[in-house]
């Protein structure tokens, strides 16, 4: 089985920052890549930033102001975000695209973490 477990989230006023992290843990080979998405009340869940073998590629909503890096030695991703604004309020899952035992690609997704910007 494996996990993904969000962490971070929280209430921050408009301009400030935020850091999430992710840890994926359980059985598998290999973790081809790990992102977050991200929901906010009444809309579609959202891709905000992914990293894998190809490099890393983000929402133009937050492009220049979110920076997604990976420990591969840890199975952890983080997301750094920088002059955060209320539209960026949302739950914030994170996925790890994993290859398991019997070779299989899953996604395993996190329960998510609420990031609220008000003032």
């Known amino acids: 089985q494996v996990q993904v477990e969000e962490s971070g989230g929280g209430s921050v006023q408009p301009g400030g920052s935020l850091r999430l992290s992710c840890a994926a843990s359980?059985?598998?080979?290999?973790?081809?890549?790990m992102g977050w998405h991200r929901q906010a009340p009444g809309k579609q869940r959202e891709l905000v930033a992914h990293?894998?073998?190809?490099?890393?590629n983000y929402a133009d909503s937050v492009k220049g102001r979110f920076t997604i890096s990976r420990d591969s030695a840890k199975n952890t991703v983080y997301l750094q975000m920088n002059s955060l604004k209320p539209e960026d309020t949302a739950v914030y899952y994170c996925?790890?695209?994993?290859?398991?035992?019997?070779?299989?690609?899953?996604?395993?997704w996190g329960q998510g973490t609420q990031v609220t910007v008000s003032s």
């Open positions: 996925n790890a695209d994993i290859r398991d035992y019997v070779g299989r690609y899953k996604v395993i």
């Open positions: 359980g059985n598998f080979i290999r973790i081809n890549a």
């Open positions: 990293v894998g073998s190809g490099g890393t």
